[in-house]
């Protein structure tokens, strides 16, 4: 049947826009890890950098120059992850990919961005950052249950639920040493540092489980050019693994002088690493790069597919653990949408199944899905 005129405008319509959004993920992904590489990475070199700036003009007009465009990729992400969100909840509130529980994301997801723009406005006061913090751990476990509700493997809801428990630690740690700041009391949350520690590590959990996943890794292919290629990447990141995880006891035994610089090295790294993604180093190196090699596998292989997933996945993991920023907030929330509403992102061969646009002249039955 053709379509009638409404019907092919509003397709037209429907691809620009799908096609817009595809080029606002890409751009993304480049300005947030951008972003974080020159200003919450290589900014905080400066730090420990003063004396070697002070003596060479070339090292400090390199980190002001990267402290300048990391800050400007900063505010340019932001208004991209913005634009990303409005996109989602506008899709969301016209029926298209339509999920259970569909109602409250869009409720708190506005609620989320419109309290953003006020709070650029107007600072918030302890109360406000509060309120905010509580929103955001309410929006974050309602994606975190539809992705389960969408995904009935267990490792893909542990993973889920993994990396909600994770970032939700860190929620907590803020939402309690806020309140008792307001309230003026001098001790302790209860468990404070604990959930933060236990946080942390579920972090690093999840990173396991997202490979497990999103990469698409097996033994069981029949190809047995894949097969080798299987083993090799297991016994090449096996190596690297124990070797890390060795590396300090090996040196000990034949230079401890050296051993000490590599810990004193280390332990910069990881300063550098907990004030720009608010991980604390406090479990094995190794753990950390294992996980960084998991998580980049797995984003490497889903944006190379065209799958909205990667480009979730690689904004979660660019937000890091503690989010420190308004923007780093937007970019979990960001994540977890694309990773429960996977599929593909090229407008020309999805829009036409992912977007339909119904005739006006045959009503259809309403897209289910929301309850």
């Not at 004030?275 to 094995?284: I, S, V």
Request: aromatic share 12%; proline share 3%.
């Amino acid at each position: 049947m053709t379509e009638s005129p409404t019907a092919q405008k509003g397709r037209a319509g429907l691809e620009t826009g799908s096609l817009l959004l595809e080029y606002v993920l890409k751009a993304l992904l480049i300005a947030g890890l951008c972003e974080l590489v020159f200003y919450r990475l290589i900014s905080r070199l400066g730090m420990h950098l003063s004396k070697v700036a002070q003596e060479y003009v070339a090292v400090e007009y390199f980190l002001r120059g990267a402290s300048a465009i990391g800050f400007a990729l900063m505010n340019f992400s932001a208004i991209l992850v913005f634009l990303v969100l409005f996109a989602f909840l506008f899709y969301k509130v016209n029926g298209l990919l339509a999920r259970p529980w569909d109602h409250a994301v869009v409720a708190l997801g506005s609620l989320l961005l419109a309290l953003t723009v006020v709070f650029l406005l107007f600072p918030p006061g302890m109360m406000g950052s509060v309120a905010y913090n509580v929103l955001t751990l309410a929006l974050i476990w309602t994606l975190v249950i539809q992705y389960c509700r969408g995904n009935p493997a267990a490792t893909a809801r542990a993973m889920a639920l993994c990396y909600g428990a994770g970032v939700s630690s860190w929620l907590y740690y803020q939402i309690s040493t806020t309140t008792y700041g307001w309230l003026g009391v001098a001790s302790s949350p209860p468990l404070v540092h604990e959930i933060s520690r236990l946080g942390e590590a579920l972090m690093v959990v999840a990173t396991a489980l997202v490979f497990a996943v999103y990469s698409g890794f097996t033994f069981r292919s029949k190809n047995k050019q894949q097969q080798r290629r299987a083993i090799q990447f297991v016994a090449t990141w096996t190596g690297l693994f124990l070797g890390l995880l060795l590396m300090d006891g090996v040196i000990e035994i034949f230079d401890p002088a050296m051993a000490q610089h590599v810990r004193q090295a280390s332990q910069g790294i990881g300063w550098i690493f907990q004030m720009g993604m608010g991980y604390t180093f406090y479990l094995p190196f190794a753990l950390y790069m294992a996980g960084l090699l998991f998580w980049s596998y797995a984003v490497i292989k889903q944006v190379s597919m065209g799958r909205r997933a990667g480009y979730g996945l690689a904004l979660m993991f660019i937000a890091g653990y503690a989010l420190q920023l308004s923007h780093l907030t937007l970019f979990v929330v960001a994540g977890l949408l694309l990773i429960v509403n996977d599929g593909r992102i090229d407008a020309r061969e999805s829009v036409g199944r992912l977007f339909p646009v119904e005739s006006p002249d045959r009503p259809t039955a309403e897209a289910s899905g929301v309850s």
